[in-house]
């Protein structure tokens, strides 16, 4: 994969196509402009089970390899699954209530942070995973607001910019 930059937008482009030909490699823009979007991915841990050890192992390989196809193209910048386990926490001004979460009941499991034009191109993108294929999914997608001085930082935060 090779990238150049015109204009504010970045050309990548393969350097062979599938048939050995570079005149026939496929490019792709990828704006400077583009969207971002949250994928919460979730299940529940019996559907999972449900899984034969064979089935769960070529899951396993199916979803890296879309996964990691995502990222190679810029589509995918962050892609990590998480524990199906956790706290719920709620309430106000400091009368909280926890709650474990039930792994029973439908939790997330994962999350991507992904970048298209457009939140019909990325409902596209999360119908292509093929988590759908194995057992009963649900992928929740948002867009991300772009907030003028929040995530611009560089670096950690230090505990005086936590007010602690």
Do not use: C
């Amino acid at each position: 994969m090779t990238a150049r930059k015109a204009d504010d937008d970045w050309v990548l482009w393969n350097e062979k196509s599938a048939h050995g030909d570079p005149e026939r490699s496929q490019s792709f823009v990828v704006s400077s402009q583009m969207k971002h979007f949250l994928f919460l991915i979730k299940t529940r841990k019996d559907r999972l089970a449900s899984l034969s050890p064979e089935q769960m192992q070529q899951h396993v390989v199916n979803v890296r390899q879309f996964i990691e196809s995502l990222i190679s193209n810029g589509q995918i910048k962050v892609a990590r699954a998480v524990e199906m386990t956790g706290f719920a926490l709620s309430g106000f001004k400091g009368a909280f209530q926890e709650a474990r979460l039930d792994p029973n009941a439908e939790v997330v499991s994962a999350y991507y942070l992904v970048g298209a034009e457009s939140l019909s191109d990325a409902l596209l993108l999360a119908k292509a995973d093929p988590r759908f294929e194995d057992a009963i999914w649900k992928t929740e997608i948002q867009p991300i607001l772009d907030v003028e001085g929040v995530g611009e930082s560089e670096g950690p935060l230090e505990e005086s910019q936590l007010g602690l």
